[in-house]
T-cell receptor, first 108, second 114 residues
Framework: GIQVEQSPPDLILQEGANSTLRCNFS?????LQWFHQNPWGQLINLFY???GTKQNGRLSATTVATERYSLLYISSSQTTDSGVYFC??????????FGAGTRLFVKA | DGGITQSPKYLFRKEGQNVTLSCEQN?????MYWYRQDPGQGLRLIYY???????QKGDIAEGYSVSREKKESFPLTVTSAQKNPTAFYLC?????????????FGPGTRLTVL
């Protein structure tokens, strides 16, 4: 089946720094989402981005479907950005496959 | 205010007991899902439902059961056959099962077996 790899697995930033999270997938997909899991466990939808580029405030995402990767950019990081960031892909059919996540800690 | 609700937020169970986790959505979505998350891990699919009165096993269905009698509701029962049920359980929904539709998640239920 399709493999989803996220990097880095862990990231520590100073408040105000920028970062890039990466999601590689091993097969073509028709759906890709980025989620932020906050410290209380809630999964928050960040982007639905099977291809192209989107921006929402300090966050932006780019998916290059032909090269099978997606990037999540966080600019001017804040302590509230801490948590786990998941990439999830849908290769076709019904099943969504989640990566293992990137654990982000932003220091004040 | 549309969304997905799960209850209870925390649940404690004695060994040998069955417990039922509630999931309700008012998004008018056809598809619903149950995931399990263990500490420091990603999400694994337990069951999914495409439409009312239809549901299918996911990757880790053993020891779990579900029903889908109403479009809005997809309760999950953790049975005594589940060997290691302590985990965080997340319910999700999407407009349809097949195709490029965004999934939305509820706040989760933390189950602890005493």
């Amino acid at each position: 089946g399709i493999q989803v790899e996220q990097s880095p697995p862990d990231l520590i930033l100073q408040e105000g720094a920028n970062s890039t999270l990466r999601c590689n997938f091993s097969d073509s997909v028709n759906n890709l989402q980025w989620f932020h899991q906050n410290p209380w466990g809630q999964l928050i939808n960040l982007f639905y981005i099977p291809s192209g580029t989107k921006q929402n405030g300090r966050l932006s995402a780019t998916t290059v479907a032909t090269e099978r990767y997606s990037l999540l950019y966080i600019s001017s990081s804040q302590t509230t950005d801490s948590g786990v960031y998941f990439c999830a892909v849908k290769p076709g059919g019904f099943k969504t496959i989640f990566g293992a996540g990137t654990r982000l800690f932003v220091k004040a | 205010d549309g969304g997905i609700t799960q209850s209870p937020k925390y649940l404690f169970r004695k060994e040998g007991q069955n417990v039922t986790l509630s999931c309700e959505q008012n998004l008018n979505h056809d598809a619903m899902y149950w995931y399990r998350q263990d500490p420091g891990q990603g999400l694994r699919l337990i069951y999914y439902s495409q439409i009312v009165n239809d549901f299918q096993k996911g990757d880790i269905a053993e020891g779990y059961s579900v029903s889908r009698e109403k479009k809005e509701s997809f309760p999950l029962t953790v049975t005594s056959a589940q060997k290691n049920p302590t985990a965080f359980y997340l319910c999700a929904s999407s407009l349809a099962l097949v195709g490029g539709y965004e999934q939305f998640f509820g706040p989760g239920t933390r189950l602890t077996v005493l």
